[in-house]
């Protein structure tokens, strides 16, 4: 069985690595999937942001809201909360920043429930009229409220499941083109699982992990009662990681995610707005999920182009002090994201601080600079918790 599944994990490593190449080689014309809210896909924490934005198979902490709900089970103690800053593309922008708060509080040995508050703002804008006079001023903002509930089914294996509430006010009621708009609102769902065993790798004990998140799966979004309702960024995210104890003082971790949103593809179209190739784009959630895994006009070759791939790696010394570096790549012609990440961690009793940077490939990117700051605070493990001998350790 161990060695089953340790090959399990080399295969995963080897076949996304040829397939993101292959992808690379194939069609260059560009077909970028557009979405409202995307602020709900950055990573919002820095252990996951240092490790190209990886996270759903990791060790769990108190950002699995994020990644994968279904890791809340697995943490040891009986509560934490945790707060993490992005200061966006301020390359671009001085003042646009993500917030993130979330937090977990155990019921029970196999219960756990846990809530967030991701909140973007966009910075002040001004508005004109069509003659470029200034009108006011408004600083649009965008946040998500999470509630989850994770359970632990075998000492394995979990689940998870999480309810979102979205709000995004682009333009404070602002008329354009004779068009009141309104604030934006969505309902949406996660659902997770998370699987972890003890295994022996070159004579070392180790521990393998596989998760898989469906995540926004929800209701379309519109900023004006004339506008066509879009999609929020639903999407599919699975990973494997694995940890290898080096000593008693020493592990790491490989990690990778593969990741896909689960709206329509743009169709290509003629003169006249028939559509050529792929698929019509309007039609239900329930449709657009299905339909997104073959509605691409280019074929397989272009649903290949549609993953992403976050690389990660992750050192820990004596459970206290923490390097992480990684690579997420996107495909050139769905919006060409490519950058390595790097950050550390330390951990003092129950309090743990973390950072990361972002550094793109190529130059003269919005994405240049990317820092992000955590800290965290988890509650001692509860009187009543078992623990079994192939618990992974948390990293808190």
Same mark, same amino acid.
């Given at each position: #069985?161990?060695?089953?599944?340790?090959?399990?994990?080399?295969?995963?490593?080897?076949?996304?690595?040829?397939?993101?190449?292959?992808?690379?080689?194939?069609?260059?014309? $560009?077909?970028?999937?557009?979405?409202?809210?995307?602020?709900?896909?950055?990573? +919002?924490?820095?252990?996951?942001?240092? #490790?190209?934005?990886?996270?759903? /198979?990791?060790?769990?902490?108190?950002?699995?809201?994020?990644?994968? +709900?279904?890791?809340?089970?697995?943490?040891?103690? =009986?509560?934490?909360?945790?707060?993490?800053?992005? +200061?966006?593309?301020?390359?671009?922008?001085?003042?646009?920043?993500?917030?993130?708060?979330?937090?977990?509080?155990?019921?029970?040995? =196999?219960?756990?429930?846990?809530?967030?508050?991701?909140?973007?703002?966009?910075?002040?804008?001004?508005?004109?009229?069509?003659?470029?006079?200034?009108?006011?001023?408004?600083?649009?903002?965008?946040?998500?409220?999470?509630?989850?509930?994770?359970?632990?089914?075998?000492?394995?294996?979990?689940?998870?499941?999480?309810?979102?509430?979205?709000?995004?006010?682009?333009?404070?009621?602002? @008329?354009?083109?004779?068009?009141?708009?309104?604030?934006?609102?969505?309902?949406? /769902?996660?659902?997770?699982?998370?699987?972890?065993?003890?295994?022996? $790798? #070159?004579?070392?004990?180790?521990?393998? /992990?596989?998760?898989?998140?469906?995540?926004?799966?929800?209701?379309?979004?519109?900023?004006?009662?004339?506008?066509?309702?879009?999609?929020?960024? #639903?999407?599919?995210?699975?990973?494997?990681?694995?940890?290898?104890?080096?000593?008693?003082?020493?592990?790491?971790? $490989?990690?990778?995610?593969?990741?896909?949103?689960?709206?329509?593809?743009?169709?290509?179209?003629?003169?006249?707005?028939?559509?050529?190739?792929?698929?019509? +784009?309007?039609?239900?959630?329930?449709?657009?999920?299905?339909?997104?895994?073959?509605?691409?006009?280019?074929?397989?070759?272009?649903?290949?182009?549609?993953?992403?791939?976050? @690389?990660?790696?992750?050192?820990?010394?004596?459970?206290?002090?923490?390097?992480?570096?990684?690579?997420?790549?996107?495909?050139?012609?769905?919006?060409?994201?490519?950058?390595?990440?790097?950050?550390?961690?330390? =951990?003092?009793?129950?309090i743990s601080l973390d950072f990361s940077y972002l550094m793109p490939v190529y130059q003269n990117n919005a994405l240049a600079h990317t820092l992000r700051f955590s800290i965290s605070f988890d509650f001692?493990?509860?009187?009543?918790?078992?623990?079994?001998?192939?618990?992974?350790?948390?990293?808190?």
């Amino acid at each position: #069985m161990k060695k089953k599944t340790i090959g399990i994990i080399l295969f995963i490593l080897a076949t996304t690595a040829s397939v993101n190449v292959f992808s690379q080689a194939s069609s260059n014309e $560009l077909n970028n999937i557009q979405t409202v809210v995307p602020f709900l896909v950055i990573a +919002p924490d820095s252990r996951s942001g240092a #490790m190209g934005d990886a996270g759903v /198979a990791t060790s769990p902490d108190c950002y699995s809201m994020h990644w994968n +709900p279904a890791k809340f089970a697995f943490l040891d103690g =009986k509560g934490g909360v945790g707060i993490s800053y992005v +200061p966006w593309l301020r390359s671009l922008v001085p003042d646009m920043n993500i917030a993130y708060l979330s937090g977990y509080g155990r019921i029970d040995s =196999k219960q756990v429930i846990s809530g967030s508050l991701l909140y973007s703002s966009l910075g002040d804008i001004q508005f004109t009229d069509d003659f470029g006079t200034p009108q006011r001023n408004f600083r649009p903002n965008e946040f998500a409220i999470d509630a989850g509930y994770s359970r632990l089914f075998s000492e394995h294996f979990s689940g998870g499941i999480a309810f979102r509430f979205i709000y995004s006010n682009l333009s404070g009621g602002y @008329y354009t083109g004779g068009t009141a708009t309104k604030a934006g609102i969505s309902f949406a /769902a996660d659902l997770s699982g998370y699987y972890h065993r003890n295994v022996e $790798l #070159m004579s070392k004990n180790s521990v393998i /992990a596989f998760g898989l998140d469906f995540s926004n799966i929800g209701s379309k979004m519109s900023y004006s009662n004339s506008q066509q309702t879009e999609f929020i960024p #639903m999407n599919m995210r699975l990973g494997t990681a694995g940890t290898i104890n080096l000593d008693s003082y020493n592990k790491l971790t $490989l990690t990778i995610d593969l990741n896909k949103l689960l709206v329509p593809t743009p169709p290509k179209y003629d003169s006249n707005g028939n559509i050529i190739a792929g698929m019509d +784009p309007n039609v239900p959630v329930p449709v657009a999920i299905i339909q997104s895994f073959y509605d691409a006009p280019g074929g397989f070759k272009e649903e290949l182009h549609e993953i992403t791939y976050s @690389y990660g790696v992750e050192y820990w010394y004596n459970n206290q002090f923490a390097i992480r570096g990684g690579y997420f790549n996107e495909n050139a012609t769905k919006g060409n994201r490519k950058y390595f990440t790097a950050g550390a961690g330390f =951990k003092l009793n129950v309090i743990s601080l973390d950072f990361s940077y972002l550094m793109p490939v190529y130059q003269n990117n919005a994405l240049a600079h990317t820092l992000r700051f955590s800290i965290s605070f988890d509650f001692d493990s509860p009187k009543n918790v078992t623990k079994t001998k192939e618990q992974p350790q948390t990293n808190g």
